[in-house]
């Protein structure tokens, strides 16, 4: 694929990072709180509990932003570059950084381990918040999709309910830039909900903390009743709770089904342009770069 022969593709990661953005502004509120603070949440003004400025996107984009900018740099997916990659943005004193995401680095960095270990602690949604570089990346060769995917997740997330939905999600806007199609994208989640009923969202009771299942159950609901982008992310990060990470992801597979038209101009000329500038960059860049593993992993 030499150019980019699928519009909604920057869509998606620009989508990711005005998720974030917009969403961190209520991380950690409650819907009530967040009403009587803003009515509706609908503007990028930063602050939230990490005192944001306007427009600044916080860990999410950023990992994304440090495997994407791995697989470029490596030539190929190379599980010790995401590494030094997730250790170099670490180093660079984020302005957020999850307590998982802390740990498995910290074990690459002064162990050298690439598989932290299993446990239900790490079912929270850092793995599946920072995928969408691999998810583009593999378009053009999906056979290692799964595999690039687990490497990566599992240097910070060694969780099968993460593993699931990190991959489901992947699916999902693989479907979405493929074909437009909502309702295939909602029925590779409805078939994972099959042999997991309890990561179903039709019951939806406002779940929207940073584990995993509360993550898809909320962008899940909020994707599936909305019918633009717009929609799809206010009804997200209104819901507090992980509101950027759950956020980002919605704004992922949001971007890829309306695509760059339906991203409110508001909100684009908003969120910090270096950011978006690196995003179209790198959508780019991992579209034309052939698929391979550049050493052993
Ligand atoms: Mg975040």
Redesign the pocket.
């Given at each position: 694929m030499k150019n980019d022969t699928k519009p909604n593709v920057t869509a998606s990661y620009v989508g990711l990072a005005i998720g974030?953005a917009l969403?961190?502004t209520t991380?950690f509120m409650t819907p009530r709180e967040i009403q009587a603070s803003y009515g509706v949440h609908n503007r990028i003004i930063g602050g939230g509990w990490l005192h944001l400025r306007p427009g600044r996107?916080?860990?999410?984009?950023e990992m994304s932003l440090a495997l994407g900018k791995s697989i470029i740099d490596s030539g190929g997916f190379c599980l010790s570059s995401v590494g030094d990659h997730f250790v170099t943005w670490m180093r660079s004193k984020p302005v957020?950084i999850?307590s998982t995401v802390r740990k498995g680095i910290r074990d690459y960095m002064l162990n050298g381990t690439t598989i932290s270990d299993e446990s239900e602690m790490s079912a929270g949604n850092g793995a599946a918040?920072r995928n969408l570089p691999v998810i583009i990346y593999c378009l053009k060769k999906w056979d290692y999709f799964e595999d690039m995917t687990l490497h990566q997740s599992h240097l910070t997330h060694n969780n099968a309910k993460s593993d699931l939905i990190t991959l489901c999600f992947g699916e999902m806007v693989k479907v979405l830039l493929d074909t437009g199609d909502k309702l295939k994208a909602l029925n590779i989640a409805n078939k994972l909900i099959k042999i997991h009923p309890k990561f179903s969202y039709s019951r939806y009771k406002g779940e929207s903390s940073g584990y995993i299942v509360d993550t898809f159950k909320t962008v899940l609901h909020h994707f599936a009743d909305s019918s633009d982008f717009e929609e799809t992310l206010l009804r997200v990060v209104n819901q507090g709770g992980?509101a950027?990470?759950n956020g980002?992801i919605a704004g992922m597979l949001a971007g890829a089904l309306y695509g760059m038209d339906s991203i409110p101009g508001k909100w684009l000329r908003k969120v910090d342009q270096n950011v978006i500038s690196d995003i179209k960059i790198q959508t780019k860049k991992l579209l034309e770069l052939p698929v391979r593993y550049s050493d052993e992993v």
């Open positions: 974030d969403g961190a991380e996107v916080t860990d999410d984009t957020d999850g918040m992980d950027d990470t980002a």
